[in-house]
């Protein structure tokens, strides 16, 4: 079910799920009933109890939604709907988060709050796909965790598709690389190519964010959704949550 687990702070456990998880999307034609059943079964592996992971509404943009202390609120863009906020990036002060991927890269952060008594940790996943990094989702969702206090910030980044795989125009390398110089790349075919996880580890290393964990490549690794490899295909997910340790 899960490709990597580990509790990474006291009380505070990161994972990243895979094939046997199944598809946890509802926007990819898969039956509504059976993604929340898998939601469940998820939960209750990880042994949230009577919580539940929030999902959001991606879209390849750069809003970040914030749950802590009030209701929900979304920064940059759209507005939360259906439950879960249209956005690409998320921060809780302690509600379990998840981010879906096929490619794009699932990003999970961690810092630490002192405000008002012991340290607590403060909670965040992204969704950096090629558009959203371009937007600069990454160092977003980075600000507004500071912005809600968060120091010590770690980052986790999940599988997705490396350089030598992610082929895209000579335009389209050239647009990214303007704004994430570390992107550019050339594939192991030789053709022009994106690498996005060299980009978004570019972005939190200039934000000053430890980077503590970096998965593999989704299209090399048949244990994971890769939406370039298999064109209908479902998501695995990114996951952060508070916990009793085990």
């Known amino acids: 079910m899960f490709s990597w687990r580990a509790e990474v702070r006291p009380g505070v456990w990161v994972a990243f799920t895979n094939v046997a998880a199944g598809n946890l999307a509802l926007h990819v034609g898969d039956d509504p009933a059976a993604v929340h059943?898998?939601?469940?079964?998820?939960?209750?592996?990880?042994?949230?109890?009577?919580?539940?992971?929030?999902?959001?509404?991606?879209?390849?943009?750069?809003?970040?939604?914030?749950?802590?202390?009030?209701p929900a609120s979304a920064v940059g863009a759209a507005a939360p709907?259906?439950?879960?906020?249209?956005?690409?990036?998320?921060?809780?002060?302690?509600?379990?988060?998840?981010?879906?991927?096929?490619?794009?890269?699932?990003?999970?952060?961690?810092?630490?709050?002192?405000?008002?008594?012991?340290?607590?940790?403060?909670?965040?996943v992204v969704h950096a796909g090629r558009p959203g990094m371009a937007a600069g989702v990454v160092p977003a969702a980075v600000a507004r965790m500071r912005a809600l206090g968060a120091e010590n910030i770690?980052?986790?980044?999940?599988?997705?598709?490396?350089?030598?795989?992610?082929?895209?125009?000579?335009?389209?390398?050239?647009?990214?690389?303007?704004?994430?110089?570390?992107?550019?790349?050339?594939?192991?075919?030789?053709?022009?190519?994106?690498?996005?996880?060299?980009?978004?580890?570019?972005?939190?290393?200039a934000d000053g964010v430890a980077i503590e964990y970096s998965g593999g490549c989704t299209r090399e690794d048949g244990e994971l959704f890769s939406y370039r490899r298999d064109a209908r295909t479902g998501r695995f997910a990114g996951l952060i949550w508070t916990g009793a340790a085990e």
């Open 37 to 70: 059943r898998r939601r469940e079964e998820l939960e209750q592996a990880a042994g949230l109890g009577y919580r539940h992971f929030r999902f959001m509404n991606q879209i390849h943009g750069n809003t970040v939604a914030v749950f802590a202390g009030s």
């Open 81 to 124: 709907t259906a439950g879960a906020p249209t956005a690409d990036a998320m921060v809780s002060d302690g509600q379990p988060l998840a981010v879906m991927v096929a490619d794009c890269v699932p990003i999970v952060l961690v810092g630490e709050s002192a405000a008002g008594g012991p340290a607590a940790p403060l909670l965040g």
């Open 154 to 205: 770690g980052a986790w980044i999940g599988p997705s598709i490396c350089g030598s795989c992610y082929e895209v125009p000579e335009g389209m390398r050239a647009d990214v690389a303007a704004l994430v110089p570390a992107a550019w790349c050339t594939t192991s075919q030789g053709t022009p190519g994106l690498d996005l996880p060299a980009g978004v580890r570019s972005q939190l290393a």
